[in-house]
């Protein structure tokens, strides 16, 4: 069974950093790429960025919105994902999913609030 | 960015009924591939949102034919035949095909 499940987040002050983990079961992990996707309360998900399987080098893509401030990244050994948020804002404030690639499985969600 | 448009924004249907959601994006969503990447997804309240359809018209494990995607280049349409109470939330499409991915701004079906 695919199994995501996010933690890291919480609250942290307006310029502030935060690395959120994703922990990934029941797949063979290196063959997929995996996505980080946000959503505010109320609003649409808005897609972050992915980070391409091994065979296509485990290079990355970022939405415009975040790129210079988020990094993904991952630990292939532990199945772990990894999303480094820096200088944060209000406007980052969001629950945050990790999701295979095809989107077809999410994590349950983790809540991040930029607040002073 | 691409921009897609979802309409309409919310929709009240009874059970046993039709129901039929557009999404409009702002250019061709046909890739290099040849392949179109619009998805539809359903978020159930509380839930994380679960993909329903993906390359327009294919339907994911388990999803019921109830459920169909249709559409080409920048017109899509989700239809459901007969709707049932486990199809209440809120509908997205999303694109996979232009960076970055968008999503429509959602579609909620509620219950007449």
């Known amino acids: 069974e695919v199994k995501l499940l996010e933690s890291g987040g919480g609250l942290v002050q307006p310029g502030g950093s935060m690395r959120l983990s994703c922990a990934a079961s029941g797949f063979t992990f290196t063959d997929f790429y995996m996505y980080w996707i946000r959503q505010p309360a109320g609003k649409a998900p808005e897609w972050l960025g992915f980070i391409r399987n091994k065979a296509n080098g485990y290079t990355t893509e970022y939405n415009p919105s975040v790129k210079g401030r988020f990094t993904i990244s991952r630990d292939n050994t532990q199945n772990m994902l990894y999303l480094q948020m820096n200088t944060l804002r209000a406007e980052d404030t969001a629950t945050y999913y990790c999701?295979?690639?095809?989107?077809?499985?999410w994590g349950q969600g983790v809540m991040v609030t930029v607040s002073s | 960015d691409v921009v897609m448009t979802q309409t309409p924004v919310s929709l009240s249907v009874a059970i046993g009924q039709p129901a039929s959601i557009s999404c409009k994006s702002s250019?061709?969503?046909?890739?290099?591939?040849?392949?179109?990447?619009l998805n539809w997804l359903l978020q159930r309240p509380g839930q994380s949102p679960k993909r329903l359809i993906y390359?327009?018209?294919k339907l994911d494990s388990g999803i019921p034919d109830r459920f169909s995607g249709s559409g080409s280049e920048t017109d899509f349409t989700l239809k459901i035949s007969r709707v049932e109470a486990d199809d209440l939330g809120v509908y997205y499409c999303?694109?996979?095909?232009?960076?970055?991915?968008?999503f429509g701004a959602g579609t909620k079906l509620e219950l007449k």
């Open positions: 250019q061709s969503l046909v890739g290099t591939s040849g392949k179109t990447y």
């Open positions: 999303l694109q996979g095909t232009h960076f970055p991915y968008t």
């Open positions: 390359l327009v018209s």
């Open positions: 999701a295979r690639s095809g989107i077809d499985y």
